[in-house]
């Protein structure tokens, strides 16, 4: 999978693409990140990449100039590529958006910064906007890092195990339901006086899964109910 991340400031993802799976994914040629600085199109002498928005209101804007020519520098060699920009007026991100950005090969994320983007570059380049929830942060750079996260292990080329993302928070019951995942519990089998539910000690697989299940849904009901709806 090919993700470009247009950015004020690649520097913040120095750590992120140094992490064990993505990491790992990009050593192995399953995962191919590469980083777009926006100022980079920007016009000398100032290299400007912000100016204030018409009609009044505080802060700034970012310019249509540079931006939409690094989205269309990075649609050159991402020919099949989405293009998302990360904003708090965007789609709430979810399990469901994170499985459809899996099934592609190429994604373009654009890191939103300032006041916002002029409206006339989202109207001409991008084909979704997601948020990361009802907060705004100073940019679209943590969100773009949670975005290929969640996207990554969903690849099995990458996570390895397709198993381990079937029975987690967010993945779908038979039912079709998608519930938190049930309360887990590892060695020692008692710890500070509380023990480890009987059910997962028994070897009875089948109870186990009710079990589980149980858990998970009153576990939903309580903490999530809008997922049950």
């Known amino acids: 999978m090919k993700i470009e991340v247009l950015t004020l400031f690649p520097g913040l993802f120095q750590g992120f693409v140094d992490s064990s799976l993505i990491s790992r994914s990009r050593q192995r040629g399953l995962l191919k990140l590469s980083f777009l600085n926006i100022r980079d199109f920007a016009a000398p ?3 400007q990449v912000d100016d204030t928005p018409y009609g009044g209101g505080a802060g700034m804007l970012m310019k249509p100039e540079p931006l939409a020519a690094a989205i269309e520098n990075a649609k050159t060699h991402l020919t099949e590529a989405k293009t998302v920009l990360l904003t708090p007026t965007g789609r709430l991100f979810n399990q469901d958006i994170a499985e ?8 373009i994320l654009v890191c939103g910064r300032y006041e916002g983007v002029d409206q006339r570059v989202i109207d001409r380049l991008i084909d979704d906007e997601i948020s990361m929830g009802d907060y705004v942060l100073m940019g679209g750079e943590v ?3 949670a975005v290929i996260e969640a996207v990554a292990r969903l690849r099995t080329d990458i996570l390895g195990n397709s198993e381990s993302v079937k029975k987690e928070s ?13 309360p887990q519990y590892t060695r020692p089998a008692e710890f500070r006086g509380d023990r480890v539910p009987p059910v997962l000690l028994s070897g009875d697989h089948k109870e186990i899964e009710k079990w589980k299940h149980a858990q998970a849904l009153a576990l939903t009901k309580r ?7």
């Open 170 to 182: 967010f993945s779908k019951d038979p039912s079709g339901m998608r519930l938190l995942e049930s």
């Open 45 to 47: 002498p100032h290299y």
């Open 143 to 145: 969100p773009a890092m």
């Open 100 to 107: 459809e950005y899996a099934a592609l090969s190429e994604l």
């Open 223 to 229: 903490r999530r109910p809008d997922l049950l709806k």
